[in-house]
């Protein structure tokens, strides 16, 4: 069914495109009801208009906080023409219905207080769109330009199918204004009593989920943008669910590394490979030599442009699903191209500061802190006779950044700004250390070792002496504590205690 728009109702506090829709509507003899600054928008405009006061006999009162809470407006708005008692009822109180309400709310988002909690808005909202067997509610200028094409294209009228999407997207966006004054309200509680999430699908077009089975989307908070949001994909396959969260991970990783040149290698969430270097041809090889044999198929993350030196490695290397990066140079995307089809190529602005994590269990959800390293090394303690010098220093600490980055229990080995071993996921740390130490193949001697939580007994110190460290940095706290720092002074080893666990799940 289509429903003939003859009277419209407009409110908006974002007047973009405001003057040429209601120049359109008079066009098609659609009668204007508006306030406040919307209808002195369209009078300066030279349109007719009909003043809200003027139909329900009540001027505006208490700062503009009620105009159109009357009978005269919401009786119009949410009249059932399909019943008779309705239509028996407008006319008894000589109330006319309206057919379109446009509508968009005081901007709380940009500028919470309670002065732009919005309340005639959402009510006018949530009316039109509850009746939206008769009315079209407009809450968006992007909506103009579609309504306005169906309108001249059906003699002014709209379908259902057209009033049915509005209507979705009017209590979507209430939805959202109302999660955003709950958080409001809430801003000083680290972990909120009521947590609203309104979240929207975007228009990737994801290949599938964790497997090909698996239907899956990519959805954002609604009215907020991030960083993938400006993702620019030069080429290669269309992202798949763990494209996404993989490339995720890299990209966090590689901007929690420090200014240098560096590169960090994903795969399955987990770094195969990480380094840091004065240039980013050298950052992609050393990063790959630590566990190339797992790099293929990974996620490649750098930090910097990418240059035509990286390129030529990186072609010369195993496939990678994914490059992301904030750039790249003067035919760079057409070389990768050319010898990587399939790769994903990703131009990225650097990642935003997350707030609260959420993870999903059986019928609700796990929520955290989101995680950061928050205890620098001028709060860490070195518990040992042996201190490290100050290239051991450079590699304690972004064995320590790497760590905290590597699912649980996460030991890496690092030299001379090269994770050269990564052991992720073990039941046991002993485990994970020996699995480091295999992967270093001796590359480890003189290096650091991280762990992300304490080592409860000295076989782990062990483990990581078997490689060559000549430094441990774990967080310390176990009740074994004393036992593990005798072992490393017996093997000759620095320790330090962070006094902060890194687990990742």
Not at 189 to 197: D, G, K, Q
Not at 215 to 233: E, I, K, L
Not at 373 to 379: E, I, N
Request: one cysteine or more.
């Amino acid at each position: 069914m289509r429903t003939k728009i003859t009277r419209a109702l407009l409110s908006v506090f974002d007047k973009e495109g405001l003057a040429d829709l209601a120049g359109a509507l008079s066009d098609l003899g659609v009668e204007l009801v508006s306030s406040g600054g919307t209808a002195t928008a369209i009078e300066a405009a030279g349109l007719p208009v009909t003043r809200v006061d003027d139909v329900t006999g009540s001027p505006e009162m208490l700062e503009h906080r009620v105009v159109t809470l009357h009978p005269a407006i919401h009786g119009g708005i949410l009249a059932d023409l399909g019943k008779e008692s309705h239509r028996a009822d407008l006319e008894r109180l000589g109330i006319r219905p309206f057919d379109l309400v446009v509508s968009n709310l005081y901007p709380f988002l940009e500028r919470p207080d309670v002065e732009t909690i919005d309340i005639g808005g959402p009510t006018m909202v949530r009316a039109a769109a509850k009746n939206h067997a008769w009315v079209t509610i407009v809450t968006s200028p992007a909506q103009y330009a579609p309504l306005l094409e169906e309108l001249r294209a059906n003699d002014g009228a709209v379908g259902d199918e057209t009033r049915r999407a509005f209507a979705l997207e009017a209590f979507a966006h209430t939805a959202a204004y109302d999660a955003a004054i709950v958080q409001w309200l809430q801003e000083s509680e680290a972990l909120p009593r009521h947590l609203v999430v309104p979240l929207e699908r975007t228009d990737e077009e994801l290949r599938y989920g964790e497997n090909p089975h698996q239907r899956a989307a990519r959805y954002r908070r609604r009215g907020t943008t991030s960083w993938w949001d400006g993702v620019v994909q030069h080429g290669g396959l269309a992202l798949s669910y763990l494209n996404f969260y993989d490339a995720d991970a890299a990209w966090r990783l590689v901007h929690d590394l420090g200014d240098a040149p560096a590169c960090a290698v994903i795969k399955h969430a987990n770094p195969c490979g990480v380094a840091v270097d004065a240039d980013l041809a050298t950052a992609y090889e050393r990063a790959l030599a630590c566990d190339e044999r797992s790099a293929f198929g990974g996620i490649v993350a750098l930090n910097r442009p990418v240059d035509a030196a990286t390129v030529e490695r990186m072609v010369a290397g195993p496939q990678a699903d994914v490059v992301i990066a904030p750039g790249y140079g003067p035919g760079t995307v057409e070389a990768l191209a050319a010898k990587r089809k399939n790769t994903r190529v990703l131009e990225a602005q650097p990642p935003e500061a997350l707030g609260l994590d959420l993870r999903q269990i059986s019928g609700g959800f796990l929520v955290q802190d989101a995680h950061s390293f928050v205890a620098g090394r001028d709060q860490w303690k070195v518990v040992t006779e042996a201190a490290p010098t100050d290239a051991q220093w450079a590699d304690i600490e972004l064995a320590w950044r790497v760590c905290g980055h590597v699912k649980s229990n996460a030991i890496v080995l690092v030299k001379d700004g090269q994770a050269v071993g990564v052991g992720a996921g073990q039941q046991n740390r002993v485990e994970s250390g020996e699995i480091a130490a295999k992967k270093a193949a001796g590359r480890a001697v003189g290096g650091a070792c991280a762990s992300d939580a304490f080592y409860p007994f000295p076989d782990g110190v062990e483990a990581a002496a078997s490689a060559g460290v000549a430094a441990v940095v774990q967080p310390g706290g176990s009740v074994g504590d004393k036992a593990v720092i005798a072992r490393a002074d017996e093997l000759g080893l620095a320790m330090i205690f962070t006094g902060e666990r890194h687990f990742l799940h």
